[in-house]
């Protein structure tokens, strides 16, 4: 009986090994074997040739895509100064930015090699107009100052430039200020304080607890 048995397992042993081809050169899936045979071709490697070529088409491209974008219409804000939710005119949050005259110019940084620095003072969105300065170098050819000579008026967004046949690196920045149009103002009204004497602009004030003799006998 037990030789029986031995001998039932065994088959069964060597039927299961021959179903599973326990075998490692046909266990190898196709797939593995090509990337073997791949890498064992030389020709179908990517050659140092092919990969500099590769990236100056993508080089190429890349410029050609930004080229296009130059060449894009610049956006104008609406005369009007109406919101435009869907265009032609650029919609900025949703509302008109305030406009004004320059304030103040601050010089960031000197730069060098400066003999006759020119200074304009443009407008990111060109509503701003008129404004003008000037600017101070030293012996080393340093910008030490900027002059604000004429404010102007309607800047939004102001950008200085500074132009120069040798000079470089030179950075200053202009802020709009004084009485302002357009915009959104915001946060003008501060908080009603405790009482009349405290109220706000809009006459708002929290009352405090006052005596009620006639309602409370004795609340005093």
């Given amino acids: 009986m037990k030789r029986k048995t031995l001998v ?26 090509s990337k073997i045979a791949s890498a064992q071709n030389p020709a179908s490697r990517i050659t140092t040739e092919q990969r500099r070529a590769a990236a100056a088409r993508f080089k190429k491209q ?10 894009l219409p610049r956006l104008a804000l609406d005369p009007g100064g109406v919101p435009h939710y869907f265009g032609p005119y650029a919609n900025y949050a949703n509302s008109p930015m305030p406009k004004g005259s320059i304030a103040v ?13 020119m200074v304009s003072i443009e407008d990111v969105y060109g509503t701003g107009f008129g404004a003008t300065a000037t600017a101070t170098i030293d012996a080393g050819g340093v910008i030490r100052g ?5 404010p102007g008026s309607n800047y939004t967004a102001p950008i200085v430039l500074i132009t120069d ?11 709009i200020g004084g009485v302002l149009s357009g915009g959104i103002r915001k946060f003008i009204d501060r ?8 109220a706000n602009l809009l006459g708002q ?3 405090v607890a006052t005596k009620n003799t006639s309602a409370y006998a004795n609340s005093d």
Avoid: R
């Fill in 165 to 175: 046949l040798t000079g470089v690196d030179a950075d200053a920045t202009a802020t």
């Fill in 105 to 117: 110019i601050t010089l960031n940084a000197g730069g060098t090699g400066y003999t006759s620095p």
């Fill in 62 to 71: 890349l410029q050609s895509s930004f080229a296009k974008t130059d060449n």
């Fill in 8 to 33: 039932l397992a065994g088959l069964a042993l060597a039927l299961v090994v021959f179903f599973l081809g326990i075998n490692p050169g046909q266990a190898a899936p196709a797939e593995n074997k």
């Fill in 191 to 198: 908080l009603p304080g405790l009482g009349s004497a405290n």
């Fill in 205 to 207: 004030y929290i009352p």
């Fill in 146 to 150: 900027i002059t604000l000579t004429s």
